[in-house]
Structure formats: structure tokens, C-alpha cells
């Protein structure tokens, strides 16, 4: 594959475009956003100095990124495309149209959406919808190898299989989502998380900072590495997962037992945004931006010599 279409060019977008580029594809972009070639340009910018550290294909180069100020333009002999707009359906209802008319009728059409259905999206689609299909990202989508692909009620395994090899020569971690669920997989266990957290600073059990540093000084740092799943594997010693869910299940179906809703009522969200903003009063988030990416190229470059790891 060389040709690459980017549609829709904010941070997610500009994040796979910096990916594909870095992996020696062409890449052609559409938004029609005002300012949005030089934005793009710039976020690509800023992010090669990311990539280069963690290795850059032969040929790669910000030189091979072009901008289409038409959609069909941008399509026009694309081998992939990668769709990135705003999260409206009004949009989305037209982009998809223009895209499924536009885009040759063997090439794989991938939304990064969270929040549609790839069924809904192939209903926008009169002229091939058995392409279209969801590879949802995570931010920054330049460096995080995950991405649920997501199948549609019409779209064919020929398609899927396409997307999961795609994204795994691009150094991604694609799973294979069997369900189109609300939110794919991976935001919904995340939601599970923050539901419990916001339910512990509402009933003022902690404060925002300790839910950070819970998670952040403690599982966290074994979730890097490893999942869930394979950490209560070995917290079982030498009798594994079995030994574990046989001790720790019953205890822990209690504590899933009384975990509470909590409905984001303005006094809830008033009491989250302001915990953030004390824990994040004296610490200069630009700095904290840069330097959490600056770890997280660290953690790729040692994941990637320790073949032990699943």
C-alpha cells in the first residue's frame, strides 16, 4: 500500500497522517476547515520527532504529505482511507455519502469514530458499504498502538482482514471487535473506571489527585505492560488465574456488587473539574504533555525489545 487518504484533519486525524508518513505512504488529506493544510502540517511537525525515535520506514518523509481542497480529490486512487471528522451525524450523514461515492469500490473505508456504529455508517452509503468499517484509535493516535477494528453488519471479512493488516504493518495493535457495541470495547472499560471514580469523589471517599495516583503509582504501571487479565493471571502465583479467581473471586464480585452509578449532575461535574484543576494548579500542562509522550516513546522502544510480553 502507498496511497493513503486522510480525511478529516483535527488531532486524530493529523496523528494518523504523521503514522502513515512515518510508515513511507503517500498521503493525500482533505478538511475543509479553514486554516486546517497548515494546522496539519504543523501537528505532523511536532510529531516526527517522536517517530524518528522510534524508527522511521525507508522513504518516510513530511515531504510526501499533500493537501486536497476537494474530497474526491483526496480519494482518487486511494488504497486506504481513513476517516477522522467531527463526531455529528448531520456531518457524518453527508461525508459518507460523498466518501462512498468518491472512493474506488475496493477500498477499505475506516472511520476513527467512538461513538457510531460502523452499521450506522454503511447505512449512508448507496455504492459499496461492504467496505466500511471502524478502526477506532487512541490519543495520541501517533504513538498508541491500539485500535478497535470494527465490523458492520455488511462489512466482509475480505474488508477486516484488509484493516487488521494494514494497521498491524503501521506497528499497531489491532483486536478484532465481533460486536458493535456503544463505545467498541476499549472505552467502555475505561467507563467502568470512571464511573467508580467519580462515584469515590462524589461520596468523598478520595480526592481527584488520589484517584489519579491510584491508578496512575499503582495498576497502571503493571497495565502497561500487561492487561487485566494476564495481571490477575500472575497474581495467582504458580496456580495462575485459576488459583486467583478461586481466593479473590468471591470477594471481588462483592466489591462489583457495590459499585454505584454516578449520574454527572452539574454538582458532580463542577466538583471533578474542579479536583483537576487542583491537581493541576501548579504543574505546567504543556511541559506535562510533552514529557508523557517523551515516556511513552520510552515505554514503546523497551516494549519492543521484550518478546515475553503478550
Known sequence: MSRV????????????????????????????????????REAVAQAWPALERLGLAEGASPERLT?????????????????????????????????????????????????????RLQEMCGNAPERVLVGHP????????LVEVVPGART?????????DFYTSLGKRPIHVRQELPGHVTNRLQAALWQEAYSLVERGVVSVADVDAA????????WALLGPLVNQHLSGGAGGMAHTLEHLGPPAEEWMK??????????????????VDDELAHVDQTEMVAQRDELLVALLQQKRGHRALP
Do not use: N
Request: glycine share 12%; no cysteine; hydrophobic share 45%.
Open 5 to 40: 487518504a486522510v480525511v478529516g484533519t483535527g488531532v486524530i486525524g493529523a496523528g494518523w497522517a504523521a503514522l502513515f508518513l512515518a510508515y513511507g505512504h503517500d498521503v493525500v488529506a482533505h478538511d475543509p476547515g479553514e486554516g486546517a493544510e497548515a494546522r496539519l
Open 138 to 145: 487512541f490519543h495520541p493516535s501517533h504513538l498508541i498502538p
Open 258 to 275: 457495590d459499585l454505584r452509578p454516578a449520574p454527572l449532575t452539574p454538582a458532580l461535574v463542577s466538583l471533578l473539574v474542579d479536583g
Open 156 to 164: 466482509t471479512d475480505a474488508a477486516v482482514q484488509r484493516a487488521l
Open 215 to 222: 491508578i496512575s503509582q499503582g495498576p497502571g504501571l503493571r
Open 67 to 119: 493537501f486536497a481542497g476537494e474530497l474526491a480529490d483526496a480519494v482518487a486512487g486511494a488504497e486506504f482511507v481513513q476517516e477522522s471528522g467531527p463526531e455529528r451525524i448531520d456531518l457524518k450523514q453527508k461525508l459518507f455519502a460523498d466518501l462512498d461515492a468518491a472512493t474506488p469500490s475496493g477500498t477499505v473505508i475506516a472511520s476513527s469514530s467512538s461513538g457510531l456504529t460502523p452499521s
